[in-house]
């Protein structure tokens, strides 16, 4: 059936909040306006609706303007009783007919997404019954004859069908893995345990994750209990050995829904007394709890939140609205819509089996990369490697890190260690990138040597841009041969897949590069072929957005347009999703080129702003957007034409971009693709093949593609992909960035 209605689209955040919120908030109230539709923001959520009246706010373009990086939700959540009944519900209807509104997109949790389905579901039934009342006339019972809603999930715990990221989760992530590498530099110097305490009463996303991230020692969540009874002490037995084997301190994370086999709640502070009494030693409980909520939304959840909002506007206003209600999700990077009573009913699934405490079944529910990343957790966090076995062909991987240094090659070279060497095989560290190898610099690396790499930035094996030559070509060769490797993990950028590839092609003169060879994405820039996001491009983001947040604060006295510069080299990447995550309304991309009309029409822009009373502006430029046009002159050319209007100023980023530790998306994937790479060279070695490939994340699958074909996948002047996905992000950003149909009564513009 197709149908269009008039009418509004309301907007509301529901449940606990969640960083990222407003970022939505703000992409369906520009999108909706852009889309010539009325929008209504609804505060308090549920009980807003109930209550009608003054929680109905029109909101205008400049409305949600300087919300992006703001955490909670400035709309305001709440958790309502009243919404629970039908009664509470009719009411709902009554306010949402009596404003004019036929489309509802609810912003929150699994509850909020249930009492959405409810509502849509019902509300037929709830028309007729506010129709036999008189409560609405006729006329607005038959132009209300569908509500058509939409859901996204805005909730920190990660726990939803229908999307791999819930709105809020990735920044949990953040606050959890900052928490923790503070806390574990004090548990170090003091020899200390620690227990800390997660967000999660169904999920062990968080403490997964966040165990991953962090490098934790032990995890207890609800969807897996501790299989022994006697668990407490056979955690303690685990930590002790940990100690003995080299470890300085012990971090136990705790999911807050954590319970035993018999579904008794394993609290944090019985894990403090466990610890206690088994390790002897004092133990610190950190319960992180509302923490975990606040501070600014991550790039991803900004990002994320964006997507998600504009999405949300153009299925409510799509010609055909039959498949509503639906939930739209991210799934393998990817916008998906869900049917919303499927997401519904499938979060009471997962509920029933964590109460139940089927393990198989909750285990299930989950995403595969879940159960994936749980096991990986496993075997990181062990004390000692699992023996070789006794006749198993003990093989000989080396692992290198080469190209630019990346946020990420550590915590990729310490999971490739250590699953390498429980699997049984003898694990190399090459130093010094590419010229370790040329002079044979190479370690042996043990359980222990790769202790506290899992948050560390840049890269403790050191990494070069060196792409070898003939000479050093054969000396690599005689490395290889001397040390018997047998295969080659390779953790870098540009160079280094130029390096791999300079020896794949070389196999035919050196014997010795007859060998598996795979090449892990790890560079700021995010600019190699066959992954969608390359290790190190997280961090950066967040780095970038960190800085623009404060700049942008900076300038809030007075009249001034930034220029601010990002790295990528001649990958926009970087410059076109911090222009998302903080509301730039200009980004300058190598991809596009700049030229002097575009200046121009970009002057006008700010000269028309300003004049209404906009106080800031954010333009991003690619570090190679133009080489003659470069930041200076572009800052030089605004200042010299806006005369009195406005200052102008620069900010080149530079290193920073690529410095600090890992962001926990980065560790995380980090993690993901070494164990992919780990695998793929056994399997390749004791199969005796000697496939050469460099792996991704692609269309949401761990691929892997043949080094010969790297040639024809890339624009090598450029040094570039040929096909870059996110090129396909520029209209929504412009759009959300653009001045705005209100810009004439603008009061005061926020840059953003
Ligand atoms: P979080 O994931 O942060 O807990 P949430 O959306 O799950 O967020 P809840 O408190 O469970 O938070 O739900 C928010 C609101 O949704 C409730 O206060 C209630 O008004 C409504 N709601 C929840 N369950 C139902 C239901 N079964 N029927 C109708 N409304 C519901």
């Known amino acids: 059936m197709e149908h269009q209605q008039s009418g509004k689209i309301a907007v509301l955040t529901s449940g606990g909040d969640a960083p990222g919120m407003n970022p939505a908030l703000r992409a369906v109230v520009r999108t909706a306006l852009d889309h010539g539709v009325e929008v209504v923001a609804v505060s308090e959520g549920f009980e807003g609706l109930v209550a009608g009246g003054d929680h109905y706010q029109t909101m205008s373009w400049d409305s949600v303007g300087g919300i992006l990086h703001r955490g ?22 009554r306010n949402l007919i009596a404003s004019n509104i036929s489309k509802l997109i609810v912003i929150g949790g699994d509850g909020s997404m249930t009492g959405a389905a409810a509502l849509a579901s019902e509300w037929a039934e709830n028309v007729a019954a506010l129709g036999e009342r008189g409560d609405i006339s006729a006329d607005q019972a038959a132009a209300h004859s569908e509500l058509d809603v939409v859901g996204l999930v805005g909730s920190i715990d990660n726990d939803m069908h229908g999307t791999d990221m819930t709105i809020g989760a990735d920044t949990a992530l953040h606050r959890i893995t900052e928490a923790v590498d503070t806390i574990g530099s004090t548990a170090t110097s003091h020899q200390r345990t620690f227990v800390v305490e997660v967000m999660g009463r169904r999920c062990g996303y968080l403490a997964v994750m966040g165990g991953i ?7 207890l969540i609800p969807e897996r209990p501790p299989a ?40 944090s502070t019985y894990v403090r007394e466990a610890l206690e009494k088994g390790m002897e030693e004092e133990v610190r409980l950190t319960i992180l709890g509302h923490m975990q909520r606040g501070g600014a ?52 699934e997962v509920t029933t089996a964590v109460n139940d405490r089927d393990t198989e079944r909750a285990m299930a529910l989950r995403s595969p990369s879940f159960s994936e990343s749980l096991s990986t957790l496993m075997t990181l966090l062990r ?68 202790r506290g790499w899992a948050g560390a930035g840049g890269s403790e094996l050191g990494t070069s841009r060196k792409i070898p030559n003939g000479q050093e070509c054969y000396a690599i060769a005689r490395t290889i041969e001397e040390l018997k490797i047998d295969a080659l993990l390779m953790i870098g950028g540009w160079s280094g897949y130029q390096a791999m590839h300079r020896i794949f092609a070389r196999r035919d003169s050196y014997p010795a590069f007859s060998i598996p060879i795979m090449c892990l994405p790890a560079s700021i820039n995010n600019n190699l072929p066959g992954s969608e996001m390359s290790i190190g491009a997280d961090t950066a983001l967040n780095n970038i957005v960190g800085v623009v947040d404060k700049i942008k604060q900076s300038a809030v006295a007075t ?58 502006g954010l333009m991003i430029r690619n570090e190679t957007a133009n080489s003659v046009y470069t930041t200076p002159f572009m800052a030089a050319l605004f200042e010299e034409e806006c005369g009195d209007l406005f200052e102008v100023r620069t ?28 695998e793929a060279l056994i399997q390749e070695a004791e199969r005796g093949t000697v496939g050469a490939r460099y792996i991704g994340f692609a269309n949401g699958k761990v691929e892997t593609f043949s080094l010969e074909d790297l040639p024809r996948m890339v624009d090598t002047d450029r ?8 090129m396909d992000l520029r209209p929504i950003a412009r759009l959300l960035a653009q001045p705005g149909p209100s810009t004439a009564e603008r009061e005061s513009g926020e840059g953003d």
Request: aromatic residues 4%.
């Open 383 to 450: 004390s000692l490697p699992h023996p070789p076995q006794p006749e198993q062909r003990r093989l000989r991987i080396a692992v290198i890190n080469a190209g630019a240094p990346a946020p990420g090659m550590n915590t990729a070279t310490r999971a490739a260690v250590r699953l390498g060497l429980d699997a049984g095989h003898v694990m190399f560290g090459v130093h010094n990138g590419i010229r370790g190898l040329i002079r044979g610099d190479v370690d042996e690396l043990g359980w222990m040597s790769v």
């Open 213 to 219: 991230a962090t490098g934790a020692d032990w995890i």
């Open 559 to 616: 009249r001034r347009c930034f220029v601010v510069e990002v790295m990528g080299r001649y990958c926009g990447y970087l410059a076109l999703m911090s222009g998302i995550g903080t509301g730039a309304e200009r980004v300058y991309l190598n991809e596009e080129g700049v030229t002097l009309a575009d200046m121009q029409a970009d002057l006008n822009h700010l000269v028309d702003g300003f004049k209404q009373g906009k106080r800031l």
């Open 297 to 348: 939304p991550s790039s991803f959840d900004r990002t994320m939140g964006t997507l998600l909002g504009h999405a949300a506007v153009c299925e409510v206003t799509s010609q055909d609205t039959s498949h509503l209600p639906v939930v739209i999700g991210m799934r393998n990077n990817r916008i998906t819509t869900t049917p919303l009573v499927e997401c519904v009913a499938r979060a009471g």
């Open 651 to 678: 900010a080149i980023l530079g290193h920073l971009q690529q410095g600090g530790n890992p962001s926990p998306f980065d560790r995380i994937q980090a993690t993901r693709l070494a164990k992919h790479c780990i």
């Open 72 to 93: 909670g939700t400035v709309i305001g959540t709440a958790r309502s009783d009243e919404f629970l009944t039908q009664e509470g519900r009719q009411r709902a209807s």
């Open 228 to 267: 022994d009874d006697n668990w407490e002490e056979i955690m303690c037995e685990r930590l002790r050995s940990g100690r003995q084997a080299g470890r300085r301190d012990s971090i136990v994370i705790v999911a807050e829904g954590a319970q035993d086999r018999h579904g008794k709640p394993i609290t």
């Open 719 to 726: 040094q570039r992909p040929r096909e870059q996905w996110w």
